[in-house]
């Protein structure tokens, strides 16, 4: 490793690079408020008149069959469908009370605010500390000596710090499956964002490296809001405040997570949530 990343940061240094991570409390309570909205691809009507808040620093879990339009409904929250050809929606979705769809929403600065995390891991063709620190270098947040400490802090705060910090310029794909999805992670927490999408985030990983990231999730909040999709109702319950249940496009229940797993309202989920449906 380097002289320069060896060498300890000054306390100043430290509060200059994670400075956009500071709170703003003039904020409303829900960070992301979705109205009436319907998403179609075509002639195909993929979501039906969703209205739901998103309460800022809890973990929402979007649980149903595949199929169901949750990834969809996942994606539009950032605007990753908008270029799907044959894509159209209805309806609002509020960050902070400003329409995602709002023509003085820049759509760089959208995405570093609600960044996302897929179903694989996907490390950049860099070293290790170029990806956790590439989203900061492309927005302008930090620079020189500041980068090592984001890059340090959140390969910490994933817990990745001890196994990599004697081979931050090794790529990233010597590291397992599960290193590189914590990787991952610290490249999304690293620019800051309000809310964090994923998207199945464990399901390609083995159950210890998803203990691990269940674990980690959790401390996120509430300094961050959580959208989590899975198919793993046992990690819907662990890891969830809410959870929404989506069958054949519709927003069929959702409310506190103990409640809809306990006393489910309606049939689907009951079926669905006590493994009578695919």
Not at 93 to 115: F, H, M, Y
Not at 163 to 177: E, I, T, W
Request: aromatic share 6%; hydrophobic share 40%.
């Amino acid at each position: 490793m380097d002289e320069v990343t060896r060498q300890k940061a000054t306390p100043n240094e430290v509060d200059r690079a994670l400075a956009h991570l500071d709170p703003d409390a003039g904020r409303p309570s829900n960070v992301v408020d979705v109205r009436s909205l319907s998403l179609q691809f075509g002639a195909k009507t993929v979501i039906s008149d969703v209205t739901i808040p998103f309460e800022r620093g809890t973990i929402t879990a979007l649980i149903g069959p595949t199929g169901s339009g949750k990834s969809t409904f996942l994606r539009t929250l950032n605007r990753m469908n908008d270029r799907v050809v044959g894509f159209r929606h209805e309806g609002e979705v509020l960050l902070d009370n400003e329409s995602i769809w709002s023509s003085s929403q820049d759509l760089l600065s959208l995405r570093r605010r609600v960044g996302m995390l897929f179903q694989r891991p996907n490390p950049f063709p860099m070293s290790i500390k170029d990806n956790v620190v590439a989203g900061v270098k492309a927005h302008g947040i930090a620079k020189g000596r500041e980068l090592d400490v984001v890059a340090e802090t959140r390969l910490r705060e994933v817990g990745l710090w001890n196994a990599v910090k004697d081979r931050l310029n090794d790529s990233p794909y010597r590291l397992s499956g599960g290193q590189q999805q914590l990787l991952c992670l610290a490249r999304a927490l690293a620019v800051g964002p309000e809310v964090l999408l994923l998207d199945e985030p464990t399901s390609a990983l083995d159950p210890l490296s998803t203990e691990a990231v269940e674990n980690l999730l959790r401390t996120l909040v509430p300094a961050l809001t959580l959208i989590v999709v899975t198919h793993n109702l046992g990690q819907a319950r662990r890891v969830s405040d809410r959870t929404m249940f989506f069958y054949e496009g519709r927003l069929v229940e959702h409310g506190p997570t103990p409640a809809l797993f306990e006393s489910p309202r309606d049939p689907d989920t009951a079926r669905y949530v006590n493994g009578l449906m695919g």
